[in-house]
């Protein structure tokens, strides 16, 4: 893992620099990102409408954004290249003051808006991304702002969020703090014990068979790279 950073690191051959984005109260600055796919083959995550497991939605997601991020020259490295079955503290551990940390996953319902006898979860319920921060996190302020960022150029892009992780019920309940798709999750433990700011992305709601159709059309999936990359180069200050 040390030697991915290494290499991206020669590459962009300086320290990258950040600048303050408009109407921001300080400038941000990193030198690489931390990409992480969540779950692993043990603890798979959601399982889609098709049957297949999050997992793997998530190891596709983050190789195309790494190979995006290495055509912009922006260093990152993987939280867990070899699909171990790595623990939640240990994504974690390459982050601190010059990283950022980016968890990738890809989302479900809860149990009552699955639709009736049907083996996996199928639901038309809900739909679109979002995009989770914590307070507990020392970087509180600069995670929020760099989620807002993204989000809204993911509303530029034509995308929709996902609005039910605000509803009032039992595991849900979250408090929308953008109303671009940004909800605010304390207990989630990436996103609290990172020594970075951190954000974790819900890329599509693959329990809903059209939106697991998008999370595997290539081209959907780049359209929604493409505004992550777009805020970390132009908004972020990732220079080359």
Do not use: W
């Not at 040390?2 to 030198?31: E, M, N, Q, R």
Request: hydrophobic share 40%.
């Amino acid at each position: 893992m040390k030697s991915i950073i290494t290499k991206f690191l020669s590459v962009a051959s300086a320290a990258v620099i950040g600048c303050s984005a408009p109407g921001s109260a300080a400038a941000v600055s990193f030198d690489y990102v931390v990409l992480d796919p969540g779950h692993t083959p043990r603890t798979p995550g959601a399982i889609s409408a098709g049957n297949a497991p999050e997992h793997g939605f998530n190891n596709v997601f983050v190789r195309e954004l790494a190979q995006a991020l290495e055509l912009e020259q922006i260093p990152y490295l993987i939280s867990n290249v070899k699909n171990a079955e790595l623990s939640l503290t240990d994504r974690v551990k390459n982050t601190g003051k010059r990283a950022l940390f980016i968890s990738i996953h890809h989302d479900s319902v809860q149990p009552q808006y699955c639709n009736l006898n049907t083996s996996p979860c199928r639901t038309d319920y809900a739909s679109g991304y979002s995009l989770f921060v914590s307070k507990v996190n020392r970087n509180f302020r600069i995670s929020k702002e760099i989620a807002s960022k993204i989000a809204r150029a993911l509303r530029q892009s034509g995308l929709s969020p996902s609005v039910h992780h605000g509803e009032k019920i039992p595991n849900e309940s979250k408090i929308l703090l953008d109303h671009n798709g940004v909800y605010q999750y304390d207990n989630l433990v990436v996103l609290k014990n990172a020594s970075s700011p951190a954000i974790l992305i819900e890329v599509a709601v693959i329990t809903n068979p059209q939106d697991e159709l998008l999370a595997r059309n290539p081209r959907h999936r780049a359209k929604i790279i493409k505004a992550i990359v777009k805020t970390l180069r132009e908004y972020i200050g990732f220079e080359r």
